[in-house]
Antibody, heavy 124, light 107 residues
Framework: QVQLQESGPGLVKPSETLSLTCTVS????????WSWIRQPPGKGLEWIGY???????NYNPSLNSRVTISIDTSKNQFSLKLSSVTAADTAVYYC??????????????????WGKGTTVTVSS | AIQMTQSPSSLSASVGDRVTITCRAS??????LGWYQQKPGKAPNLLIY???SLQSGVPSRFSGSGSGTDFTLTISSLQPEDFATYYC?????????FGQGTKVEIK
């Protein structure tokens, strides 16, 4: 049973860089794609981006060039860095596994396993 | 980015009720849509993928339908454990976008 666990500082100062790690256990990170999603307090979900096992990435343009997702297959971990943070980046951050499902010539993506989430507060 | 609009934003229902939540995309997304359930303080949980396919382990009272721009999540007989917030998510193109959520509350 694959499990994901987010880790990192719970408090980040404005203008600094938020850094989180997601550790994958119970399975290899080298066989799927991996995503980050966040949820501001009392609000909905926002997709941040994904990274493949080979290191290709795709990010939400709303975060401009502030986001970087990387992968370390030797540690079975992937990471999120978000630079120049403001109070608007205060949120619960989730990591999730993205798996493909193909049928009838079409392929879909599912977020089938999620971490429990970690709360990050941006404040001085 | 594709906008996903859910309705209603919230609803009150009783155990045993049939509940329907809709999700409308700002452009056609084939059937590249999933539904997720989130309980307070917990991570979202996948219910439906490819608009109508039931995720393994999810009770059969949950069903999804739709294609193109209009989608529906139906709970055929609401159970106490179903009171939660439900989100749709389009994976047709990037950036993936969620609906704003529908909170299902006890009547």
């Amino acid at each position: 049973q694959v499990q994901l666990q987010e880790s990192g500082p719970g408090l980040v100062k404005p203008s600094e860089t938020l850094s989180l790690t997601c550790t994958v256990s119970g399975g290899s990170i080298s066989s799927h794609y991996w995503s980050w999603i966040r949820q501001p307090p009392g609000k909905g979900l926002e997709w941040i981006g994904y990274i493949s096992y080979s290191g290709s990435t795709n990010y939400n343009p709303s975060l401009n060039s502030r986001v970087t997702i990387s992968i370390d297959t030797s540690k079975n971990q992937f990471s999120l860095k978000l630079s120049s943070v403001t109070a608007a980046d205060t949120a619960v951050y989730y990591c999730a596994r993205r798996v493909p499902y193909c049928s009838g010539g079409s392929c879909y993506s599912l977020l089938d396993v999620w971490g429990k989430g970690t709360t990050v507060t941006v404040s001085s | 980015a594709i906008q996903m609009t859910q309705s209603p934003s919230s609803l009150s229902a009783s155990v045993g009720d049939r509940v329907t939540i809709t999700c409308r995309a700002s452009q056609g997304i084939r059937n590249d849509l999933g539904w997720y359930q989130q309980k307070p303080g917990k991570a979202p949980n996948l219910l439906i993928y490819a608009a109508s396919s039931l995720q393994s382990g999810v009770p059969s009272r949950f069903s999804g339908s739709g294609s193109g721009t209009d989608f529906t999540l139906t709970i055929s007989s609401l159970q106490p454990e179903d009171f939660a917030t439900y989100y749709c998510l389009q994976d047709y193109n990037y950036p993936w976008t969620f609906g704003q959520g529908t909170k299902v509350e006890i009547k």
